[in-house]
């Protein structure tokens, strides 16, 4: 595929389309499509090329993690027959899924199991993480004393704001807050350890959570991809550094070495940078799965 194909704009006849930064949104009335394109953010700009495959590579993961975990999903298929005819194009095939409507929970689930990010900035500043008091003197990526459940915000453009979880509690009701509070930790727990056997460290993830007609709440969205989550190759990490990940840092990383003011429309990747970081969602995928991605 071609750097000027990458971007991959789904365009479906018919059916309300909801774009977010990497995802497409079709609503078919009781259930949903979601289609997730080769788009790639950062700086809360999508960027002009998208980064081949990765959209397949995604939903590949996801769906992966949804069978190992075994956790109860909006999952239903990813036939685009059963979709509809719009659906059945060769575009759309590997990155497309049907899935059940919630009525989404309007919070981030955040589970961390090492001091990075946002979590570190915060804690350099106060010892804390999203208000919850550490011990003093742990160093950049430091495993914590035990993993933190950290909500925040879901905010539609600009960046999510980690809030309390008594902040959460107002807004969603506290049996409810509890509840995703036991299911993100548990989800994180097994998605670590499993992780660990095949090298990496998950250091913290992002989940998402949406109810069904009946009360149910299920999970939703990606789940425990390069975009969501924060892997480390376990062979190379040392505390007291931010360790290299399998995500898109490493265009966060080029950006920044530019005279991009993050204002203005962002600049064009080389393509060595676009090359580089596919290469490792590539590897995430190879690690975690054991396989290799073959693009249809």
């Known amino acids: ?136 003197g742990l160093r950049q990526s430091e495993r914590l004393p035990e993993v933190l459940f950290t909500p925040a915000t879901k905010a539609e453009t600009g960046h999510d704001e980690n809030i309390s979880f008594e902040l959460m509690a107002k807004q969603v009701g506290l049996k409810t807050a509890v509840e995703l509070q036991k299911r993100t930790l548990e989800v994180y727990g097994k998605a670590a350890a499993f992780a660990e056997t095949k090298g990496i460290i998950l250091a913290d993830t992002k989940l998402e959570w949406g109810c069904l007609p009946g009360g149910k709440i299920i999970l939703i969205d990606e789940a425990l991809t390069p975009d969501s989550s924060r892997f480390w190759d376990a062979g190379s990490y040392s505390p007291g550094i931010s360790p290299p990940s399998f995500d898109k840092q490493f265009i966060r990383d080029w950006l920044e070495t530019t005279s991009w003011d993050k204002n203005s429309p962002p600049p064009e990747m080389p393509f060595a940078i676009i090359e580089q970081t596919r290469q490792r969602y590539l590897e995430a995928y190879r690690l975690l799965t054991g396989k290799n991605f073959q693009s249809a």
Request: proline fraction near 5%.
């Open 1 to 136: 595929m071609s750097v000027s194909q990458a971007l991959i704009r789904s365009e479906v006849n018919g059916y309300p389309c909801r774009r977010g930064k990497v995802r497409d949104v079709y609503d078919l009335g009781d259930r949903l499509v979601i289609v997730t394109t080769d788009r790639i953010s950062a700086f809360d700009w999508v960027l002009p090329q998208g980064i081949p495959d990765k959209g397949k590579i995604l939903t590949a993961l996801t769906l992966f993690w949804m069978e190992k975990l075994g956790v109860e999903n909006h999952m239903i298929s990813t036939r685009l027959e059963e979709m509809g005819p719009a659906f059945v194009q060769d575009a759309l095939e590997g990155r497309t899924c049907l899935v059940k409507k919630t009525e989404v929970i309007p919070v981030e689930c955040v589970a961390r199991g090492f001091l990075a990010g946002s979590g570190w900035k915060e804690y350099q500043a106060s010892n804390t993480v999203c208000a919850i008091p550490l011990p003093k």
